[in-house]
Structure formats: C-alpha cells, structure tokens
C-alpha cells in the first residue's frame, strides 16, 4: 500500500508521461526508500545511493514508454534489482563477504534454561501502541545500532518485510534465497530486535 | 507439551498463521497457561507492527537531490 492515501496511479501516471515533474518528485518521495533498501540488500550500504540514482535517471528517461502493464512501483523495483545485479557483476569486490546467515545462533537462545523455559523472560512494554513503540530518539539510535550490526542477509530481510513491506516472494528474488530461509532471517532479525526493546524498557538503554 | 523455546522458535510463523492446525494446537494450549510466552507472543506482534509504522515517504532533501541529480546535464 502507498503511504499516502490519496494516491491515484492512472493520474499520475498520466501526469509523468506528459513530462510532469511534480508528478515525477511524487513518484520518488512515495518509492525511493524502498528502492534504497532493496539496492542495500543486493549491493550493500556504499553504493546503494548511487545505483538508485541510476536507477531513478533510467526510470526518468524511460518514462514515456512504460505501458503501465504492471504497475509503477513493480516497473521501478525491477530497475533498481537489475542495475544493483549489473553493478554487482562489475564490482566483484562487493560480492557478499557474508557468512552464511545461519550459521548465526538464534539470537534468544541465552534467554532459555536447559529445559526450555524462559530464564529470562519479556518484561512488560509500555506502550500503548505500535506508533509509540519505537518512537523516542534514543530508541531510534539504538535500533539503527542494532541494524548495523545484524548480518547484512537478516537485515535485508528485516527492512524489505516489516519496513517496506515488501512481498516475500520478491524478497527471495533479491535475496536469492528460498522461502523458508527468508523467514529464518526475519525471525532472527525480529528476535534480534526484540532483544533491544525487552532491554531498553526494562532499563532505560540500548 | 511444547517448551518456550519451541513457541518462541515457531512465533512468527504462529502469527503468520503457517502452523499446521495441531502445531496451532500446541502453541495455543502452551499459550493458555504461559504468561511468559503470551506476553513474547503479544510484544513480537507489537512490535512487527511498530516497525511497519516506521515506514514513511523519502524527506523533502532527499527527494531534492534525486531531482537535481536528474538534471544534472549527461556526463557521458
């Protein structure tokens, strides 16, 4: 779904193809983060920028001729997939130096005695609503803290799923990873997470 | 009886409503007399959704340098 309510892609559409710039600023305020996470996943944080900017001057020159037989955000997704693949073809050096994602131990697995109880149970959050969860500066910090450390693979997962809200069966094809190994990351992504929210409402800190 | 850790381990796909009805079985009747693992299973929702309230449009300055990039005259 759009973040904006009112969005109306016939008209938009109709507004780009005729060389509407506005409508063209629209177009990159409602997708660019997206586009950028899904860059990040595929070439990492460096280049990400610089591959969507590509990727926005394809779209921009290539505008005219899209046919709308998909949708705009399916027709940008593909841009962007397939010049963050071409770059990373040409930049061996980026090639993910990542060990396998799940290597990793579940992220929670300290939290739970020998028998398989908590030992370290969730304190109760306040918060009132999922708006309010993560609000809060610091908490903002810390959780960008926490992203930067998480294997790139779960973060990928965690950004495209829960923040884009990307379909999962388009996150196995930037991720090139199956179905079940995507929800692997996520649930260990999430866990992650969980971990630094359960910390920080208990005490205050990251 | 399912531990804790085997409901934690299969939380999200619990809320993504991909158990087996006798796995939703064993989840659900563990849930019943778990405080613990009702309140994971309650802030994991929460918080899933409180990272998708994080979502918004690109800021004003973003936008700003993708469009002036754009026209930047061709470098080739």
């Not at chain 2, 998708?52 to 993708?66: H, I």
Request: proline fraction near 3%; charge should be negative; include cysteine.
């Amino acid at each position: 779904m759009p973040t904006r309510p009112d969005w109306n892609e016939a008209e938009l559409l109709k507004r780009l193809q005729a060389g509407d710039k506005q409508a063209f600023a629209t177009l990159v305020r409602e997708y660019h983060r997206k586009l950028l996470a899904m860059a990040r996943a595929i070439v990492g944080e460096s280049i990400a920028d610089e591959v969507v900017q590509e990727a926005w001057l394809s779209a921009y020159k290539a505008i005219g001729r899209f046919e709308g037989r998909s949708s705009l955000k399916t027709w940008l997704m593909r841009i962007v997939i397939n010049e963050a693949r071409t770059r990373l073809r040409h930049e061996s050096r980026l090639i993910s130096l990542d060990t396998s994602p799940f290597d990793d131990v579940e992220p929670m697995e300290s939290r739970f005695d020998e028998t398989g109880h908590w030992a370290q149970a969730p304190v109760t959050w306040s918060a009132d609503s999922p708006e309010e969860l993560l609000t809060g500066e610091q908490l903002a910090d810390c959780l960008e803290h926490t992203l930067a450390q998480m294997p790139r693979m779960q973060r990928a997962a965690l950004t495209l799923r829960d923040m884009e809200g990307v379909e999962l069966a388009e996150i196995c094809n930037i991720l090139t990873v199956s179905e079940s190994n995507v929800r692997v990351l996520l649930h260990r992504a999430r866990q992650r997470v969980f971990n630094l929210v359960d910390h920080y409402q208990e005490t205050g800190e990251c | 009886m399912l531990r804790c850790k085997d409901v934690a381990r299969q939380a999200d796909d619990y809320l993504d409503q991909r158990l087996s009805w006798r796995q939703r079985l064993g989840v659900g009747l563990h849930l019943l007399i778990c405080v613990h693992c009702r309140r994971y299973l309650a802030q994991l929702r929460l918080l899933i959704a409180g990272l998708r309230a994080r979502r918004a449009p690109a800021s004003d300055e973003e936008v700003r340098r993708v469009i002036q990039r754009l026209e930047e005259p061709d470098r080739d």
